[in-house]
Structures are given as C-alpha cells and as structure tokens.
Nanobody, 120 residues
Framework: QVQLVESGGGLVQPGGSLRLSCTAS????????MAWYRQAPGNQRELVAV???????NYADSVKGRFTISRDSAKNTVYLQMNSLKPEDTAIYYC??????????????WGQGTQVTVSS
C-alpha cells in the first residue's frame, strides 16, 4: 500500500508565499508523473501543475510565473512553491501520483489534501 502525505498548507496574506510538499511512502514500485490539483468551494478540482519523471513541467495559465513544481525522485517527493499568492488561490490542494507498482499495473494515487487560504 502506497500513501501520499501532504504538508505545508496554511493561512497567508495576499502577495505571500507557501511551499507544499508531498511524499509517497510504502511499497513503491516506480512513480511517473506527479501533480498538484486544487479544489475551491463550489468548483471542480483543477490541475495546477504537473511534472514528469524527467522533470518536464506544465502549469495552469492562472499560476504560470507564480508557482513552481519540482521533485526529488530519490525521496519520492514533489513540491509546489507558491509565490505572489492571491485570494483566488484559496483552495484545498491535492497531490497526485502516477504509481506503477509493477509493469502493466497503474495506481492513480491521491493525498488527503491540504488547505491553503490567502486572506488579509
């Protein structure tokens, strides 16, 4: 069983920064892409940023230039550095991982979510 555990959420003022972390633990095979999603009240869950196994990244237009996704594959950890935060960034942030416990088998893993609130 593989679990994703997130940390780093909290309350921050507009213009501030936060860094989210997500670590996979358990019987890990290999992890391909890792990503961050978010869901604000009344909205659907949306992709924020994704990073491939080779560290190719892609971002939602709304966060380009402000957020940076990175990973430490040796630690099975993905990070999201969030700068210049805006009130509209307020949401629950979820970590996602494309886990392959063995060839031909895929697990779509989700963390429990961490709350980010941007407010003065």
């Amino acid at each position: 069983q593989v679990q994703l555990v997130e940390s780093g959420g909290g309350l921050v003022q507009p213009g501030g920064s936060l860094r989210l972390s997500c670590t996979a633990s358990g019987s890990i095979g290999s992890i391909n892409a890792m990503a961050w999603y978010r869901q604000a009240p009344g909205n659907q869950r949306e992709l924020v940023a994704v990073i491939s196994r080779l560290s190719v990244t892609n971002y939602a237009d709304s966060v380009k230039g402000r957020f940076t996704i990175s990973r430490d594959s040796a630690k099975n950890t993905v990070y999201l550095q969030m700068n210049s935060l805006k009130p509209e960034d307020t949401a629950i942030y979820y970590c996602n991982a494309d886990h392959r416990p063995r060839p031909g088998i895929r697990d779509d893993l989700w963390g429990q979510g961490t709350q980010v609130t941007v407010s003065s």
